[in-house]
């Protein structure tokens, strides 16, 4: 789940937040009342954080200590602090178990070649709709 996140994460953007004092970051000063985007899409194609940040690679945070509660700035698919998303484990909980369930209850077979492009926007749909077409495959019989 951690890589999908990485890699498409629900919007480009988290919500924006406002200085409400002047600070320097990494030298340079931030002056008060500015407001700042932070392009999460950008930071999970990164290929100063990343290695090749392009790839689907699940097994890259097996052995890894990055959480999504935002302690980790590499991954910040529910924002960081106090204005992290307050529905985070619930989100997260739900993707997993629909995940889980389509994986045990279905074979899949995909029609076509995959495209990975999104379209860029609030949220980021795929630009080409995948066509995947589930076979049931659990019996009705109960166990023996």
């Not at 997993?96 to 029609?111: G, N, P, T, Y």
């Not at 379209?119 to 109960?142: D, H, M, N, Q, V």
Request: glycine content about 10%.
């Amino acid at each position: 789940m951690k890589e999908t996140f990485r890699l498409h994460p629900v919007g480009a953007f988290m919500v924006p937040h406002e200085c409400t004092e002047g600070c320097n970051v990494g030298g340079y000063y931030v002056p008060p009342k500015t407001r700042l985007l932070v392009n999460v899409w950008a930071m999970g194609r990164d290929d100063c954080i990343w290695r090749d940040p392009l790839e689907f690679k699940p097994e890259r945070f097996i052995g890894s200590s990055i959480d999504l509660k935002g302690q980790h700035f590499e991954l910040l698919p529910f924002g960081a602090g106090r204005r992290g998303c307050p529905g985070m484990s619930m989100g997260s909980s739900v993707v997993h178990l629909a995940v889980a369930q389509l994986i045990h209850c279905f074979d899949w077979s995909v029609e076509g070649e995959v495209n990975r492009e999104e379209e860029f926007g609030l949220s980021l749909p795929k630009k080409f709709p995948l066509s995947a077409l589930p076979s049931w495959r659990l019996t009705t019989e109960g166990p023996p």
